[in-house]
């Protein structure tokens, strides 16, 4: 079991900067990777970003370069950076866990934090 708990959305002009966290807790060990999705209304959950245990990163093409994923393994927590946001950013962003279990693999989704970005 792991929850997960974001921080740090809200409402940002285009071009501006936001930093999401996401602490997670529990069977910390057991995490394969996290990750961000976001997902906006009549939208389907996208991958923004994601990072590995052993800190290999990934992202999606449209925010490369823009947003950086970097993780706290001391404070178990990861953290999305983005810079030069865009209206098309505006989402409900959601932090994700994926772990391996003794019973298999479960994947493990945060409550959401809402940003949004103005033009």
């Known amino acids: 079991q792991v929850q997960l708990v974001e921080s740090g959305g809200g409402l940002v002009q285009a071009g501006g900067s936001l930093r999401l966290s996401c602490a997670a807790s529990?069977?910390?060990?057991?995490?394969?990777?996290m990750g961000w999705y976001r997902q906006a209304p009549g939208k389907q959950r996208d991958l923004v970003a994601t990072?590995?245990?052993?800190?290999?990163?990934n992202y999606a093409d449209s925010v490369k370069g823009r947003f950086t994923i970097s993780k706290d393994n001391a404070k178990n927590t990861v953290y999305l950076q983005m810079n030069s946001l865009k209206p098309e950013d505006t989402a409900v962003y959601y932090c994700?866990?994926?772990?391996?279990?003794?019973?298999?693999?479960?994947?493990?989704w945060g409550q959401g934090t809402q940003v949004t970005v103005s033009s």
């Open positions: 994700n866990a994926d772990l391996r279990t003794v019973v298999g693999l479960a994947r493990y």
């Open positions: 529990g069977s910390i060990s057991d995490i394969t990777a």
């Open positions: 990072v590995t245990s052993a800190g290999s990163t």
